[in-house]
């Protein structure tokens, strides 16, 4: 990243001037941001009375969001040690990332629960990006589609399981494949808790429709996880993109889905369901190597993380990366926009505190220069990171 256009200094309460912003409506307009408090405190123009700080020449997004994501900068949310979030906070905040949901693998439940332990003593602590809770990918999947996932803990859908952990760290995500023994009725007293999302599934079509209707609001890494879609089979991918309630993540590595698919399913979504998510383990950051996701051995090579038959498993990306990637691949500016900020922080409930630049939210933003190639600086709750 390129050295930052700002003063290191941390400020609360200061003016942003002459950038040009994505308003609340994601229009892109040239206005100044008065930050009071780690809050936006006004938007308009020629605002003056505190400390400015001068990003003529950048563009302001809100904080990108990642829901999805079980490592980075070395550190695996499913180890648990000490130092593990706060490597990915900071790691993340390299990265234009201000908020995060870590993401559980399929583990014992001993394991999960001490990952939730961290987490939850953790939070309020974070030095760079911020976290709103846990995405519990598992371990109530398909084996049959289970990727990296460790077959060994899989289980089926347990609603007692599930709060009791929430308990211990507050739920955004949970991940469920709907063809399961009870998953519909799990789906419909989880709803109560978290978001469900259908995941690592081998459902049909009327089996992933079902959990649409029945408290299934989200899809986990379309199309990675389930059947391809087949002209005479759709499956739980046609179910997904049928289901108007819903968001999908895309990963958007260019590896996990071609560009070209891709840039046809961010199409069928529209800007308002389509969410870019990383699933990135814990060799974002770093380089090729053999590493662990959730205690399973991963060979990343050529930046692609797979396991020793050939299965990808998570990617190395990160959302900076993978805004970028969207716009290469056609997809439009807004919807690349939304797809990296309030469209995820919808997904999981907390768009009346970031995701947007409005007046009263979080100062969670993203400054890039004004062709959106590079980083320039970050603000987590309107301090510098």
């Not at 123009?45 to 001068?54: F, I, K, P, T, V």
């Not at 961010?266 to 950051?285: N, P, Q, T, W």
């Not at 990343?300 to 498993?313: Q, Y």
Request: charge should be negative; proline fraction near 4%.
């Amino acid at each position: 990243m390129k050295q930052p256009l700002l003063p290191q200094r941390r400020e609360y309460n200061m003016i942003l001037k002459n950038a040009d912003i994505f308003d609340f409506d994601f229009n892109l307009r040239r206005a100044d941001l008065r930050v009071e408090d780690g809050l936006i405190a006004e938007i308009g123009e020629n605002l003056s009375g505190a400390e400015e700080h001068d990003l003529s020449g950048c563009v302001i997004l809100p904080g990108f969001i990642d829901i999805h994501i079980h490592g980075c900068g070395g550190a695996d949310f499913s180890d648990a040690l000490p130092d593990t979030l706060e490597t990915m906070s900071k790691t993340l905040a390299r990265f234009g990332v201000t908020s995060f949901c870590p993401a559980s693998m399929t583990l014992p439940y001993e394991r999960i629960e001490r990952a939730f332990e961290r987490a939850a003593e953790y939070i309020g602590k974070e030095s760079g990006a911020y976290i709103h809770g846990i995405n519990m990918e598992g371990p109530f999947l398909s084996y049959a589609k289970r990727g990296a996932q460790n077959p060994e803990y899989l289980r089926e859908p347990d609603i007692d399981e599930l709060k009791k952990l929430d308990k211990i760290c507050k739920i955004r995500l949970v991940s469920l494949a709907p063809e399961l023994p009870r998953a519909i009725e799990f789906a419909r007293e989880a709803a109560k808790i978290c978001t469900v999302s259908a995941a690592h599934t081998a459902a049909t079509f009327e089996q992933a429709e079902l959990g649409y209707k029945n408290g299934i609001t989200h899809t986990t890494h379309l199309l990675n996880g389930m059947d391809p879609i087949y002209n005479r089979k759709p499956g739980a991918a046609v179910a997904a993109l049928r289901a108007e309630n819903a968001t999908a993540e895309l990963i958007s590595d260019g590896m996990h889905i071609h560009p070209s698919y891709l840039a046809l399913l961010y199409k069928i979504l529209g800007e308002d369901r389509s969410v870019a998510v990383s699933d990135s383990m814990c060799a974002s950051g770093l380089g090729d190597g053999e590493y662990e996701l959730g205690g399973t051995t991963v060979y990343v090579r050529g930046g692609k993380a797979l396991l020793s038959d050939g299965t990808i498993a998570a990617s190395t990306t990160n959302i900076f990366a993978e805004f970028k990637n969207i716009l290469s691949f056609g997809v439009p500016l807004r919807q690349a926009v939304k797809s990296c900020t309030i469209n995820p922080a919808r997904a999981i409930g907390v768009d009346s505190v970031t995701g947007s630049i409005a007046l009263g939210k979080r100062a969670d933003l993203t400054v890039l220069s004004s062709d959106l190639t590079e980083l320039r600086c970050v603000y987590i709750k309107g301090k510098r990171a």
